[in-house]
Nanobody, 115 residues
Framework: QVQLVESGGGLVQAGGSLRLSCAAS????????MGWYRQAPGKQRELVAT???????NLADGVKGRFTISRDNAKNTVYLQMNSLKPEDTAVYYC?????????WGQGTQVTVSS
């Protein structure tokens, strides 16, 4: 069983930055895609960003120009650099990874942006 371990959430003022990390617990794990979803209170979970093994990325329209996703395949780790944070970015951020058509999820990390 693979676990995804997230870190980097917290409280930040509007305009600030945070960097989220998510590492797979098994070194032999190979994910075809990794990324992040988020879920704000009372809202549905939404896709934030995705990166493939080859490095292709996709970002939600609301975070383009502010967030960057990257991954280190050797470390099985995906990163989400979040700049110019806004109060509406407040949510629980969930890491995910896809391997052989199975999706694995992290436990979630809280990001709170104060105005």
């Amino acid at each position: 069983q693979v676990q995804l371990v997230e870190s980097g959430g917290g409280l930040v003022q509007a305009g600030g930055s945070l960097r989220l990390s998510c590492a797979a617990s098994r070194s032999s794990f190979s994910a075809s895609a990794m990324g992040w979803y988020r879920q704000a209170p009372g809202k549905q979970r939404e896709l934030v960003a995705t990166v493939t093994t080859g490095g292709s990325t996709n970002l939600a329209d609301g975070v383009k120009g502010r967030f960057t996703i990257s991954r280190d395949n050797a470390k099985n780790t995906v990163y989400l650099q979040m700049n110019s944070l806004k109060p509406e970015d407040t949510a629980v951020y969930y890491c995910y990874a896809v391997n052989l058509f199975v999706t694995y999820w992290g436990q979630g990390t809280q990001v709170t942006v104060s105005s």
